[in-house]
């Protein structure tokens, strides 16, 4: 018997196996929020997939998405970065992703972790928007609003709502698996 999955991750095996593994599973590791919050910058407008199928690129790219490395970068290797052609080379994204190391490192410090701060604004637990089918996810949500207004306070780039309610449903802090999905039941 085939599995029910959200559409959305219906077209190719690396799709199926993140879908099934990884989205919408709560994360509260600063390591793998850190690693999200990365490709899901470099996501902005483009597709998941674009990103997915250049995920081991980018974690060869940025230091296995060590955040104190990342925070170092220095411009020559920003400029490497911009020539490698394993990852989306966009220099306004791959600047981005030492400043929001740095901002990343800095809310650490705040909060003791970055999980503490970003699982506060869904207090700690993963809101479950239980959507019938995929016309009923949202792309934004006004925790997502808050969320993102907030991180661009504290310096993160590329952070725009979008962005952030993607990071949100990748990182479990929404469950948007529709109701017929076999993850969710």
């Known amino acids: 018997m085939t599995k029910k999955r959200c559409a959305w991750c219906e077209k190719t095996d690396l799709y199926k196996d993140y879908h099934d593994n990884e989205w919408g599973k709560p994360v509260y590791d600063d390591a793998t929020l850190f690693e999200f919050l990365i490709l899901e910058t470099f996501q902005a407008g483009l597709s998941w997939y674009t990103v997915l199928v250049k995920r081991d690129n980018f974690r060869k790219a940025f230091a296995g998405f060590d955040v104190q490395k990342v925070a170092k970068f220095s411009d020559a ?10 990852i ?4 306004l994204k791959i600047k981005a992703a030492v400043t929001n190391a ?3 490192i800095k809310v650490q410090e705040e909060f003791g972790s970055f999980s503490k701060y970003i699982w506060g604004f869904v207090d700690g637990k993963p809101i479950d928007n239980n ?3 995929l016309s009923n996810v949202p792309a934004t949500t006004e925790i997502s609003d808050k969320l993102s207004k907030d991180l661009k306070k504290r310096g993160f780039k590329f952070v ?7 990071h949100m449903q990748a990182t ?3 469950n948007d698996h529709v109701e017929d999905c076999w993850v969710r039941n």
């Open 131 to 133: 959507p019938k089918t």
């Open 102 to 104: 740095q901002a990343f």
């Open 160 to 166: 725009g709502s979008t962005v952030v309610y993607a």
């Open 88 to 91: 989306i080379r966009n220099k």
């Open 172 to 174: 479990g802090m929404v």
């Open 77 to 86: 290797k920003l400029q490497v970065l911009a020539e490698d052609t394993g």
